[in-house]
Structure formats: C-alpha cells, structure tokens
C-alpha cells in the first residue's frame, strides 16, 4: 500500500486530464482554424447567386456561408419542434 491517501491525491489527477482535454481542444480548434481560413482564402471569387429575392454576384464563401447558417436554423426549428412533438406524446 502506498501512504498516500487515494482522495487527497485524485483531484491532482482530475486536473491533469482537465488540463490534457482543454489543449488537446485548442490545438484542433487552432488545425480547423487555419484549415477554415485556407478555405475563405480560395474561395473568394464571384458567383452569380439566385437568391429567394433577387440575384447578385457575391463571393462564393458569402453564399456558402449564407447557406450553412439557413441549414443550420433549419434544423434547429426542427430538432425543437420533433422535441415539443415527443412530449406532447407522453
């Protein structure tokens, strides 16, 4: 057995891992942000977009962008509303 005592000693072991986790996430966050920027940067040329309203010529990056956040709405208006679904069922 050791002499320490194993309470006293497991919150230095949490914090480690803590520690681990938090650099791990900013070193993939740092590696998806440049990846994203490489991304802006080679696509910065017009498009001629057909948008619900008109049409203009917009950076394809801008309609990508455009496009990712309605996607996004979209699916929470739906995740929310198959969850009221779910407990109006109960």
């Known amino acids: 057995m050791t002499d320490q005592d194993p309470l006293l000693s497991a ?5 480690a891992k803590k520690n681990k986790r ?5 070193i993939v966050g740092a ?3 440049v990846i ?11 498009v001629k977009v057909h948008w619900i309203v008109g049409t203009t010529r917009t950076p394809v990056i801008l309609a990508l962008v455009v496009t990712l956040l309605v996607g ?3 699916g929470a208006v739906g995740a929310r509303y198959e969850r009221r679904s779910k ?3 109960r």
């Open 11 to 15: 919150p230095g072991k949490d914090e």
């Open 22 to 26: 938090e650099q791990t996430r900013l």
């Open 31 to 33: 590696i998806l942000g």
């Open 36 to 46: 994203v920027l490489i991304f802006v940067l080679s696509n910065t040329q017009k």
């Open 72 to 74: 996004i709405i979209i």
């Open 87 to 89: 407990r109006a069922e």
